[in-house]
């Protein structure tokens, strides 16, 4: 999976699924299992375990990935495959009411990235993952490395966001100034690079933009190392700031990648523009913000009402 650049994550959950495949049947040698066992582990997902089409697929290509790559094995056509339904859901989108009562119960750094992710459209693994350089306020603009699908893009930079961000980047550079006369400031850098820059990790330029309270020592080279924030951080002030504004919705962190999405379209930006900007490979994908608009069924007049006008 490494030589094929697979993420952190598809390793894991890959792994995971080879792992549930081979106790599934009772810890046989996966070299003398077929189709059929791998049908048969696949059908239970999708008819006992009632999971998600997305979850089933996801199993499905760890599988094959396992037989075709790892085993050298080539499977035929699953033909008896019971596919996991995938039912069409619109999204959760909030108002812009909504959205400021939300940020009203938010503070320090979860407020700050609640904001970007409204206001950039970012996923929250991409917010997570900032790094300083890949802020431009020459350009009021947010490249986005490495997105979903290992995509770049550049989305834009708010201007309402951009003094509160400079603030928070003056608190980092200090911390960051403070770890390297402590013998860290240390981070992760993507794929060979480390080796090819060796003193890269410790620069300014590559450093997170929303870096974590504590510091690590990675085993391999004993750096000193301070990692991004969590997700669950957010993801739990999010959580916490929905049940206090009193939203009955079920927000969450990727609910405002939804609005921002939305927000755009009903202020009359261009679906292509959009698209870009969310890094969508395909319109279509896009499209599905088209059906929340207030030019769906809230700019249609409901006969009730004008039954009611006509008395």
């Known amino acids: 999976m490494r030589l094929r650049h697979f993420s952190p994550r598809t390793e894991e959950a890959y792994l995971g699924w080879m792992r549930r495949y081979y106790e599934f049947h009772g810890r046989r040698d996966p070299t003398t299992l077929d189709a059929e066992h791998v049908t048969a582990s696949l059908n239970d997902l999708a008819t006992h375990r009632r999971v998600a089409a997305s979850t089933q697929n996801q199993a499905l290509a760890a599988l094959l990935f396992f037989y075709r790559h790892v085993l050298e094995i080539e499977l035929p056509w699953l033909d008896d495959l019971v596919h996991a339904r995938a039912p069409q859901r619109l999204p959760v989108v909030l108002t812009q009411d909504e959205v400021r009562a939300v940020l009203a119960h938010l503070d320090g750094v979860p407020h700050l990235m609640t904001k970007l992710l409204y206001g950039c459209g970012l996923r929250l693994l991409e917010c997570c993952r900032l790094r300083v350089k890949d802020v ?70 590559w450093s997170w933009v929303f870096p974590a309270t504590r510091i690590y020592v990675e085993r391999e ?50 679906i292509r523009t959009v698209q870009e900007l969310l890094g969508h490979k395909d319109v279509a994908t896009t499209m599905i913000y088209t059906h929340v608009l207030n030019r769906g069924p809230a700019g249609v007049r409901s006969p009730v009402d004008r039954l009611l006008e006509d008395r």
């Open 136 to 205: 431009d306020f020459g350009r009021n603009q947010i490249a986005v490395r490495s997105g979903k699908g290992d995509k770049d893009r550049v989305t834009m930079l708010p201007a309402t966001v951009r003094s509160e961000l400079m603030t928070h980047l003056e608190a980092v550079h200090a911390q960051h100034a403070r770890d390297l006369a402590d013998g860290a400031g240390w981070v992760e850098l993507p794929g060979a690079l480390a080796k090819k820059l060796p003193s890269a990790g410790r620069e300014w330029a």
């Open 221 to 270: 080279t004993g750096q000193r190392r301070r990692h991004h924030l969590h997700e669950t951080v957010v993801q739990r002030a999010v959580r916490v700031a929905v049940l206090a504004a009193g939203i009955s919705k079920r927000a969450t962190c990727h609910t405002f990648r939804h609005s921002f999405a939305t927000h755009l379209l009903e202020s009359g930006s261009d």
